[in-house]
C-alpha cells in the first residue's frame, strides 16, 4: 500500500479508499475512509463502524452517518458533527469538548460518562439516550429533545437548556446549578436529589415532576408550573420570583417553599 507516514492530512477528503496505505500515527483507514484529526468525514458513511478510541480533534463530520457506531473513548474535541446521525451509537467515555452537535440524532445513543463540556447540542434528538454521570457542565442544549433520557448524575451546572424537552427525563442527583431553564417542559420528570440552586426555571413545567430532596436554594422559580410536584425533603431558601402553581398544601413564604414534609 502507499506509505502516507509523515504527509499533512488536515482537512484531507477521503471515502472508497481501495488498498491498505502507511498512515501517519493517529489515523486508520475504517470503511474506506481516513479517519484522524481534522480530516473531512462530510456525509461519511460510517454505520455500525468500530472507531473506539479514535483521534477526530477537530474533524468535519457534518451529516455523516454513525448508526450503531463504536465511538468509546473517542477524542472529538472541537469535532463538527452538525446534523450528524448518532442513533444507537455507543460514545461511552468519549470526549467532546466544544464539539458541535446542533441537529444531530443521538437518539438512544449511550454517552454514559462522556465529556460534553462547553458542546454545541441546540435540536439535537437525545430522545431516550444514557447520558448518566456525562458531563455537560457549559453545554448549549437549547431546543434539545431530552425527553425520557437518562441523566442520572449528570452534571450540568451552568447549561443552557432554553426550551429544551425533558418529558419524562431521569435527572436523579444530577447538578444543575446555575443552569437555565427558560420554558423548558419537565412534566414527569425525575428530579429526586438534584441541584438547582441558582438555577434560573423561568416558566418551567414540573407538573407531575419527582422533586424529592432537591435542592432549590436562590433558584429563580418565577412562572413556573408545579401543580402535583412532589416537594417531599425539598430544600428552599432564597427563592426568587413567583411560580405559577404550587401542589395543594404548599405555599411560597420569604423565599421558602413551605408545606407537608419540607
Do not use: E, R
Not at 149 to 160: K, M, Q, R, V, Y
Not at 188 to 215: E, F, H, R
Amino acid at each position: 500500500g502507499a506509505n502516507l507516514k509523515g504527509v499533512d492530512l488536515y482537512g484531507v477528503k477521503s471515502g472508497s479508499i481501495v488498498g491498505t496505505p502507511t498512515l501517519p500515527d493517529g489515523y486508520i483507514l475504517i470503511n474506506g475512509y481516513i479517519v484522524g484529526s481534522y480530516v473531512s468525514l462530510v456525509n461519511a458513511n460510517l454505520t455500525d463502524a468500530d472507531l473506539t478510541s479514535a483521534i477526530l480533534t477537530g474533524a468535519d463530520l457534518t451529516s455523516a452517518d454513525l448508526w450503531y457506531a463504536n465511538l468509546t473513548d473517542a477524542d472529538l474535541t472541537s469535532a463538527n458533527l452538525t446534523d450528524a446521525d448518532l442513533t444507537d451509537a455507543d460514545l461511552t467515555g468519549a470526549y467532546l469538548w466544544y464539539a458541535n452537535l446542533s441537529g444531530a440524532d443521538l437518539s438512544d445513543a449511550i454517552l454514559t460518562g462522556a465529556d460534553l463540556t462547553d458542546a454545541d447540542l441546540t435540536d439535537a434528538d437525545l430522545w431516550y439516550a444514557d447520558l448518566t454521570s456525562a458531563n455537560l457542565s457549559g453545554a448549549y442544549l437549547s431546543g434539545a429533545d431530552l425527553s425520557d433520557a437518562i441523566l442520572t448524575g449528570a452534571d450540568l451546572t451552568d447549561a443552557n437548556l432554553y426550551v429544551a424537552d425533558l418529558t419524562g427525563a431521569d435527572l436523579s442527583g444530577a447538578d444543575l446549578s446555575g443552569a437555565v431553564l427558560y420554558y423548558v417542559d419537565l412534566t414527569n420528570a425525575n428530579l429526586s436529589g438534584a441541584d438547582l440552586i441558582g438555577a434560573v426555571l423561568y416558566y418551567v413545567d414540573l407538573t407531575d415532576a419527582n422533586l424529592t430532596g432537591a435542592k432549590l436554594t436562590g433558584a429563580n422559580l418565577t412562572g413556573a408550573k408545579l401543580a402535583d410536584a412532589n416537594l417531599t425533603g425539598v430544600i428552599s431558601g432564597n427563592i426568587l420570583g413567583t411560580p405559577a402553581s404550587l401542589p395543594t398544601g404548599y405555599t411560597l413564604i420569604n423565599g421558602n417553599i413551605i408545606g407537608p414534609g419540607i
